[in-house]
Each structure stands twice: as C-alpha cells, then as structure tokens.
C-alpha cells in the first residue's frame, strides 16, 4: 500500500464475531481517513438495501472509525481520529453525521497496522474489542459494564499489560517491546444507557462530542476498543517531514494552547505541538471550553471536578450543555439571565429555563425528581444530572433524549423553537455557531453536523496592521481553490439589493461554502489536521499542508487536485444523506434564525461586509436571515454542486464524474437521483 497507509482496515460484526480485513487500497480514491470511511459506510450500510436508514441503534448500522493519512508520521496536529454514522443526537431524524476526536489512538492504531476499524453488528452482552498489532479478539466486557471511562481505561491497560506512568520502561508487547500503554476509546455509563448525550471518551476526556455515536457503542454493547502496536508507518520522504516541521515552527504559531499558553505538565495528542492538554499525561488531557466551563464558576478546583464527572460520565459537552463561556443577547429572551441564552443551547440551560417560567420542577406539570432544581448552578446539581441520565431515573429519562426529542415529549417544542429558548439552527443539525459566520449556518442547513470549522473565521477579519480589508481579501481569495479570485464570496452582506447580489444569498457566497467543505472533508477529515491547530487560511495555507502530504505519500498531487477529492467525499456524503432522507424540502432554518437575535458572536473582531461601493468590517450582532435569500442560496449552491435543484440531489452526470456510477445506478432504484 502507498506511503502513510497500512494497507489493511478491520472489520468486526458483534453479531456473528467474525473478524476479517478491508483492503486500503480499494479506497484509496477517497484520500484516506473519513473519506474511507464515507465510503466503506456506502458499501456495508446504504448499498446492500438491508435497512431503511433511519435508527442509529439497528444491528445492520456500521460504524468506520478511521485514523487519517498523515497519523503516526511525526506531522503535527495530524493525530485525529475520524468516526461516522447515523447520529442519535441530531433531530427530529437520524442524519449521517461525522466527527473526530485528538490525543492518541489513532496514532496507536496505525502502530498496530491498521488505517481503521469498522464495526457492525450488535453483541448479545457486553464486549470490548482487544487490538494488538496484527491479533483483534473479542473480549467480555460484562465486569467493565457499568464503570465509567477512566475505571474503564485503567482495568483495560492492565489486562493488557500497560503502565499508569506513560513512558517509564519497555515493555514486552506481541513479541516486541514499546514504552508506550494502549489507547482505549470507550463509553461511561451514559452511553450504556444509550442517551443521545453520550459522547465517546479516550484519555481524561479527549472525546467524539458530536453525533451521539457513543449511544451506538451503548446499543451494540460495545464497552470499548483498546489498540497498542509495535510497529510503524512508511514515508516517502521522513527527512522531509522533519524539514517541514522546522518551516513550520518558523512560519505559524504552533506552541501555545488552544485557550491560553502552556504550562509546565501541559501534555499534547499525538503527533503535536501544542502543549494544550491540560491534565495528566496517562490519561492524555483536555482543555476544550465547553468542558472545562461546564460548570459556571468562579472556582478553578470545582470546574474541574464537573468536567471530571462529565468525562468519567461519558457525557458531551455540547449535548449536556448549560451555560459555558458565551452568551447572546436575544429579543424577548427570559429574564432570569439578563434577557441572554447560551449560543449552544443544550438540556442543562433548558430546564432551568423551563423552572424558571414554571412549566418544571418539584410537583409541577414537568416533574423534575430527583434533581435539585434549586441547586442548579452546582457541582452537586451536576453530578445528580449525569447520575440521572445515566440510569434513566425520574426526569432522567427524558433528559437522555436530548433537548429536542424532551421538549418533544413535553408538549413544547413547537412553542420553544418559536420563541428560541430552544436554538437548534437547522433540520437535523446539533448546536454550535451560527450567525454572522454565516459559512457554519449553512454547513448546519446543508447536513453537515456541527461543522466547527475555523479556518475563515480569523482570516476575513479586521487586520492587526491595518492592511485595508479590501486588500487582505484580495490575497485570501487567491488561496481558496478552486474557487479563486472572487473577493465578493467573504462579503456578509445580509439585507438589502447587495446580500442578494454579492452577500449571503448570492452565488458567491455558494463559493465560500463549497470551499468549507472541499477543505474540511480531506483536510481536516481524511488527512485528520487537527483544525484547531493548521494555520489560519490566511497565513501558510496551502504551503504547510502540501509540504507533509508529498513528504508522506510522496505523491505529486497539487493543492486542487486534493480539493477535487474533498468535493468527491462531500459529493458521497451528500448521496448517504439523500438516501436517508434529506431534500430541499427538509433544509430549513429553526424560525429563530429568521429575526432579530439570530446571531451569536464574532471571532476576531468582525466580518466583512460590502455596501454602496464601500467594504467595512461589522461584528454584525443584528444579523439574522431571509426565507426567501435563503431559498435562492440553496438554488445557486445545488447548481454549484451539480445536484437538481428541485430536491438538492446529486445527479447522474455529477456522480459518474467523481467515478461513482454505482453510486448513480442504486439511487437510481431507489428514485433519488437528481433529475
């Protein structure tokens, strides 16, 4: 197999226990990573017409968990870890979803000799998946079961023979020796209860937040896979790689911390730079916010402990979300948090926002036994949450649901999503940013799950030189191929004849988008750069990236030809979502997005936004959307894309163009392809 592949991906069925290998190379066109895994979920789960695609629990789900093409090379930030699947998170249906963690398993498993591991089926009790190079055996999980992630990690790693101390001596592993322990991705106990909350963990809390696809672990009763090797990964060129570094290390800022410097025992994921894992190096560290701030106060020490118990829980940040660190001022928002509610709106802040107006509570009409709802800003009041959850007592039930599907349940989710306590930004989407940075609305609209995806955000705000914004533009437009020289696609123009013309409903703001995704889908998901960590696109993009891909693959692709791949693997995704269910009829706003308080922040200082002949940058706080300006965006990015644009589906001539005609001939049957 070529440079920075194993060759081989295995495959596990809970059900039959049968283990076998999935050749890399047939995947190779998919550029590796999450397009494999695209792919591969194609192949085992939409193409044999076995099931319908709707619940993410049913045992024909598959789920591929791929490390990407540059893991366990030495390139910094390159260490993630794709997953993908139906999603239980999401609402009011299971979409395809995607997301990806850090840390180190993916790295461990390309030292094990795999580029990945699907697994299908369900289990009949709890197992745990055992990994050592070349050997996967099946292994009883049923004393793990009920143990949250970090008990989990720590029985696992002796069963297997690895050290609580990272690094301290050699040990004997499968014939070879390695300092290192194994890497464990595993569930707590909220996953076992199969709460759309669940996330999945490796390491102090290093974890796949979005998607919910730690509930899917819960229901084929998978505890954990567990993955150490001895081996290693060929390069084309390994003295390049280290050169790259180097100009790397001169050219971008890659030793600070996402949120805030390094410290002295601050750790990183593996290959990095970074030195942001703030907690021990066995269990790997995290520091993500909405983590970290998931209890709102001001003593560091209990903000720890609530983060420890959200991780050890095996609960999502995102899901089980509060307050954490932003808020927005909203029109007619409750009074009780100075008329704001949190960007992300999760289950924690929407039953504080029902106790408060009355509807929740001890007795109420929403009993909210046997949490302490006049406690609801405490550590102790978390930990009741999670333990609630975890075991559906009570009103934990419906908690595990999700705020959606409860609010569902409650009667009130039409009057909340009008009225915006509850910010879902799209159909079938989880909550994240959406407004003014209006490339992740739409990636929300479009099916893409929570795209975080930063790469724009810092590169179209104001300069800190005080080089024109006009000019700065100019020369971003330069590098987003393969849609270049159009400045007009970061314009974020939203009212009047420009947002029409040039601004947010506009055929070039089509552009911006597309080259969200084209980037992000190879980049940031089949190669697995970790985006939190590859430069701005302002700065030494696409020279850094370009410079680690030839020196591991030793291909000779340029940056567009990567790009094409990029567009092919969102051209799949798109077929899956097609076949699930999704159309234009489906991609729609939450009626809050359509007035004022649609927005949310502003990163560095503004967006840039072209009237009257003039640009200026504008944090934008009033912005919110046009039905009909929407409408027209889709019918300009359907045609941008190649799909119809009554229905948004990918038609036969676009299909056969990325070499998909059997992509083409199955929709076809299925009469979901576009006209």
Request: with cysteine; proline share 5%; hydrophobic share 40%.
């Amino acid at each position: 197999m070529a440079n920075g592949f194993t060759g081989k991906i295995a495959r596990v069925n809970l059900t039959t226990k049968e283990i076998s290998t999935i050749d890399t190379e047939k995947y190779k066109e998919f550029g590796g990573g999450y397009g494999i895994g695209a792919a591969i979920f194609w192949d085992l789960a939409v193409e044999p017409g076995e099931w319908d695609l709707k619940d993410p629990f049913d045992p024909h789900h598959v789920l591929p968990i791929m490390a990407g093409t540059l893991a366990a090379t030495g390139v910094p930030g390159a260490g993630r870890t794709s997953i993908c699947g139906l999603s239980p998170e999401t609402f009011p249906t299971s979409e395809f979803c995607r997301g990806n963690f850090g840390g180190r398993f993916a790295t461990m498993l390309k030292l094990a000799g795999w580029d990945g591991i699907v697994v299908e089926g369900m289990a009949d009790s709890p197992v745990w998946i055992n990994i050592i190079n070349d050997q996967i055996r099946i292994e009883d999980a049923s004393e793990l079961w009920g143990t949250d992630t970090w008990e989990t990690q720590k029985r696992i790693a002796a069963m297997v023979g690895g050290r609580t101390r990272y690094g301290e001596e050699w040990m004997e592993i499968d014939k070879s020796y390695s300092t290192g322990i194994p890497q464990i991705l595993c569930i707590g106990p909220v996953g076992e209860a199969r709460s759309r909350l669940a996330a999945l963990i490796t390491g102090s809390g290093v974890s796949g937040r979005v998607g919910g696809h730690g509930a899917v672990f819960g229901a084929k009763k998978l505890k954990a896979i567990s993955v150490i090797g001895t081996q290693s990964i060929k390069m084309a060129d390994a003295k390049g790689v280290m050169d790259a570094r180097l100009w790397h290390m001169t050219n971008g800022n890659i030793t600070t911390g996402s949120f805030g410097p390094a410290k002295p025992g601050s750790a990183s994921c593996n290959p990095c730079l970074r030195a942001d894992r703030r907690r021990n190096s066995f269990y790997g560290g995290e520091t993500m916010c909405v983590d970290q701030f998931w209890l709102e106060t001001a003593e560091p020490r209990e903000q720890d402990l609530a983060a420890e118990a959200l991780m050890r829980y095996g609960a999502s940040g995102w899901g089980a979300h509060f307050v954490g660190l932003f808020l927005s001022d909203i029109p007619g928002a409750p009074e009780f948090f100075n008329k704001q509610v949190p960007v992300e709106t999760g289950i924690g802040w929407y039953i504080k926002y029902l106790y408060e107006i009355g509807e929740l509570g001890p007795g109420r009409k929403i009993d909210s036994a046997p949490l302490p709802m006049e406690e609801w800003g405490s550590l102790q009041f978390r930990k009741a949450f999670l333990d609630a959850v975890s075991r559906r007592v009570g009103i934990g039930d419906a908690l595990a649901e999700g705020a959606f599907h409860a609010a569902e349940k409650w009667g009130r989710l039409e009057e909340d999503l009008e009225n915006g306590a509850l910010r879902m930004p799209a159909w079938g989407a989880v909550g994240h940013w959406t407004l003014p940075t209006a490339e992740w609305a739409y990636n929300y609209l479009l099916g893409a799950g929570d795209p975080s995806w930063h790469g724009l955000v810092g590169a179209v705000g104001p300069s800190q030189d005080g080089t024109p914004i006009e000019k700065k533009l100019e020369a971003l437009s330069k590098k987003t191929i393969p849609y270049t020289d159009d400045i007009f696609m970061f314009n974020y123009a939203w009212k009047g004849k420009e947002a029409w013309k040039t601004g947010l409903y506009s055929e070039h703001k089509a552009k911006e988008v597309a080259f969200t995704r084209y980037y992000a889908s190879f980049w940031n998901e089949s190669m697995a750069f970790c985006e939190m960590f590859l430069p701005s696109i302002m700065d030494i993009t696409p020279e850094i990236e370009m410079k680690y891909y030839k020196a591991v693959t030793g291909r000779n692709d340029s940056f567009e030809d990567t790009m094409r791949v990029g567009q092919k693997i969102w051209t799949m995704e798109r077929a899956i979502r097609v076949m699930h269910g999704r159309s234009r009829s489906t991609e729609v706003f939450a009626p809050f997005m359509y007035r004022p308080g649609a927005g949310c922040m502003t990163f560095f200082g503004g967006v840039p936004i072209y009237e009257e002949g003039k640009w200026r940058t504008d944090e934008a706080p009033d912005m919110y959307l046009d039905r009909q300006g929407v409408e027209d965006f889709k019918t300009h990015f359907y045609k941008l894309e190649g799909w119809d644009k009554e229905n948004g589906w990918p038609t036969r001539k676009t299909l056969e163009g990325y070499g998909m005609k059997y992509v083409a001939d199955t929709m076809e049957k299925k009469g979901k392809l576009g006209a």
